[in-house]
């Protein structure tokens, strides 16, 4: 069933052309810097823009914060939301069930496809962000412009290196090696959130029919929370907020890494993950379909 | 093959199947009759699992449902109102997708099978053209290969003549009729009256949730005891047979008499001319309408009578 699912991912137009917007937006953004050189000032603009100019190997850290804002929460939300709503939609939900695929084997399969969904376009973003700022910024240019970001802001700015070494946003240089685990960090880290994001999906998905119902209503969960985050008065929930720690990853360009929002932002999305897939579980698994 | 224990299945306050004791036996050709919007749908839903009963119990194929339907389904074909496919495949690339889905189909000979359901239903010669150019008639071929591709002992059809066009819909009959006769029993449901009579052995009438009727066709449909005779003289044989016709028109009588060949030879006998005769059974269509309501898709301004065939103009 999951090789089923998961070559219905691969057959389907709408992967490719969200994972090829997805992967777009980075690229032009980039264009628009090469040509006018026009970067950010540091502590303004997106995450690490003002850093990409000197090294254009920190431009999948700036892709990754160009897009997990809207783009890819809307991509994850839809791919999540369609899952079994889609499948109602179309009627072939009930053929599916009678064929005999159980539910939970469904269910299962719908997630593990997400997962593969996720990654796919993460890991996209991140490899021609990386080709793209090589290409258009260099890796390494000869001497090191790296400060110490204005992280009071929640904005980091990054430096750079010299010989094959990238600048963290302390100052410190990084290897090469550290720079590609520390993105690999990121990528995990942006994964389990977006994978929060999928379940809470996933479970509007088996409450409705409709697929717009179900990607909307994800979304419309997380500009709540968004809302919530930046409100002082909310403080007392902000910590179990789903997108209270989404750009705790930015932590992993600091020397040396500073894990508290890291491991809470793992937290947090483990129990949003675990809540959501058993109540999507639950309802799946007891509900009639008449659809 | 079928049976069901006082089933029932409320959604909120609507009773829509109630206390239904269903027996489908092997070899059946069973049509479920009913009105629009008499559960038809809900029971076949709650034979495949789909719909869990709220009372009562189901066995299909012997095991009960919905605990074993994993061991069940794999041996029972169904389409389910409309058929459904991925629209953005081909027809060919869909049945193989659902063959893959699930237990019981193995991929060894999954491209054969597939080519046979395909020609079994008149789509043998289908291109690569995505479902989504399909026509309705194509999609409803579509959907009853997808039940055939594995086989199965069972076909659970709900609607199956939808969309087909008169040859679509005989070709369609020869086939139920030739997979029946190698051993499969074929469930049906179906408000085309006329259909039912041509197809089935066995029916069984639904009305409001509950099931009013279940019998063989034939024991339906035994003669009643009347005669239907056409003549240009029919003055004459109201004379001769003496309170015996029960109605007339200017050429034809109908003649409460048990066996044709002895009346004709009566009224041959007194010189009474006969152009045609034949014994009176009746029709599907006249048990059906007798027995249930309107359905829930006519919506009337007066209260008309719970049942009786003046308010069962929805049923065609």
């Known amino acids: 069933m999951i090789a089923v699912e998961l070559f219905k991912l691969v057959r389907r137009p709408r992967t490719w052309i969200s994972i090829l917007l997805l992967c777009a937006l980075p690229v032009a953004v980039a264009i628009f810097i090469a040509v006018t050189h026009l970067a950010p000032p540091p502590g303004q603009g997106g995450a690490f823009l003002s850093a990409v100019v000197q090294d254009g190997s920190l431009f999948p850290a700036a892709a990754l914060a160009l897009v997990l804002p809207v783009f890819l929460p809307v991509a994850v939300a839809l791919v999540a939301g369609d899952s079994i709503a889609g499948e109602a939609a179309v009627g072939t939900l009930r053929y599916l069930l009678i064929r005999p695929v159980g539910r939970t084997r469904l269910l299962a399969a719908k997630l593990v496809t997400v997962i593969v969904y996720v990654l796919l376009a993460v890991v996209s973003v991140t490899l021609t962000s990386y080709i793209t700022g090589v290409a258009l910024f260099g890796s390494a240019p000869p001497e090191a412009v790296g400060r110490p970001g204005s992280l009071q802001a929640g904005i980091p700015t990054g430096g750079v290196q010299a010989g094959g070494s990238a600048t963290s946003l302390s100052g410190a240089r990084l290897t090469i090696m550290q720079l590609i685990e520390r993105i690999g960090g990121a990528v995990a880290l942006i994964t389990v959130s977006m994978l929060g994001v999928a379940a809470i999906a996933l479970f509007l998905s088996t409450l409705t029919d409709s697929v717009l119902g179900a990607a909307f209503g994800a979304l419309a969960a997380l500009v709540g929370s968004e809302v919530l985050v930046t409100l002082n008065a909310a403080a007392a929930i902000q910590p179990y907020l789903p997108t209270r720690y989404w750009l705790a990853w930015i932590d992993f360009f600091r020397q040396p890494v500073f894990w508290r929002d890291i491991q809470r932002g793992f937290g947090i999305q483990a129990v949003y993950v675990a809540v959501f897939l058993a109540a999507a579980w639950a309802n799946f698994s007891t509900k009639d379909v008449t659809a | ?316």
Do not use: W
């Open chain 2, 1 to 316: 093959m079928i049976v069901t224990r006082s089933l029932t299945k409320q959604y909120g306050a609507v009773l829509a199947v109630d206390s239904v004791d269903l027996d489908v036996r092997p070899g059946d050709r069973y049509g479920l009759l009913g009105p629009n919007g008499s559960g038809k749908t809900t029971l076949v839903r709650m034979l495949l699992g789909l719909v869990y009963a709220t009372k009562g119990e189901i066995e299909v194929l012997g095991k009960p449902v919905p605990r074993r339907v994993s061991e069940i389904l794999p041996e029972v074909g169904a389409l389910v109102e409309e058929p459904a496919a991925y629209p953005h495949l081909s027809g060919r690339a869909n049945l193989r997708l659902f063959d893959a889905a699930g237990p019981g189909g193995r991929r060894r000979d999954r491209r054969k099978r597939v080519d046979d359901a395909l020609e079994q239903v008149g789509l043998g010669g289908i291109d690569r053209r995505p479902v989504r150019a399909y026509s309705l008639g194509m999609r409803q071929r579509l959907g009853l290969a997808a039940a055939l591709v594995r086989r199965p002992r069972l076909l659970v059809l709900d609607e199956p003549g939808n969309g087909l066009d008169p040859r679509g819909i005989k070709d369609f009959r020869q086939l139920l009729i030739d997979l029946n006769a190698v051993g499969t029993t074929v469930f049906l449901s179906s408000h085309l009256l006329g259909e039912v009579e041509l197809l089935c052995t066995r029916v069984g009438v639904l009305d409001r949730g509950r099931l009013v009727l279940q019998q063989d066709l034939a024991e339906l449909q035994a003669p009643t005891g009347r005669v239907i005779v056409e003549s240009p003289d029919v003055s004459r044989a109201v004379a001769l047979l003496d309170g015996r016709v029960e109605a007339r028109t200017e050429a034809t009588m109908v003649v409460r008499h048990d066996d044709p060949a002895a009346l004709n030879a009566r009224l041959v006998g007194a010189g009474i001319r006969v152009t045609a005769m034949t014994a009176h059974h009746l029709s599907l269509e006249e048990i059906v309408l007798g027995l249930t309501g309107a359905g829930s898709d006519q919506v009337s301004g007066n209260h008309r009578p719970a049942a009786g065939p003046g308010g069962s103009e929805a049923v065609q």
